[in-house]
């Protein structure tokens, strides 16, 4: 049996906007409105999610390799079928996430997004 500890708890609940939801991490308190809305995105929140995951798990990867990486941008882009109904479920086509990294040469940038892609 697994011994399991909490990672993370967050929360978000309704505001009485349609379309928009107040979030909660530890004390931090934000707003995600739904697509085309005037505050950040729900979609845009999880896949920002993810790059910053990225970022601060390859530079503590090269960082624990002794591997000097000055710099690293990671972008994320996701795509839908805009002829297909939205539906009650959100599905992506497509998403490509792009690493840039200075300081490192390719073998080294190689290895580095490998290892986080198996993680």
């Known amino acids: ?23 909660n991490a530890r004390t931090h308190h934000f707003v995600a409105d739904d697509a085309g809305g005037e505050e950040v995105g729900a979609g845009e929140l999880f896949f920002s999610g993810i790059a910053a995951c990225a970022v601060n798990m390859v530079e503590r990867l090269a960082n624990t ?3 000097t990486l000055d710099w690293m941008d990671v972008g994320v882009e996701a795509w839908r079928d ?18 840039e990294m ?18």
């Open 82 to 99: 805009s002829d297909k109904p939205a539906g009650d479920i959100t599905l992506y086509d497509a998403i490509k996430i792009n690493f």
């Open 1 to 23: 049996m697994s011994n399991l500890t909490m990672a993370y708890k967050v929360r978000s609940y309704s505001t009485k906007t349609l379309g928009r939801a107040i979030c």
């Open 102 to 119: 200075w300081g490192v040469d390719d073998d080294q940038a190689f290895e580095l997004v490998e290892t986080w892609k198996k993680r």
């Open 65 to 67: 390799g002794n591997i």
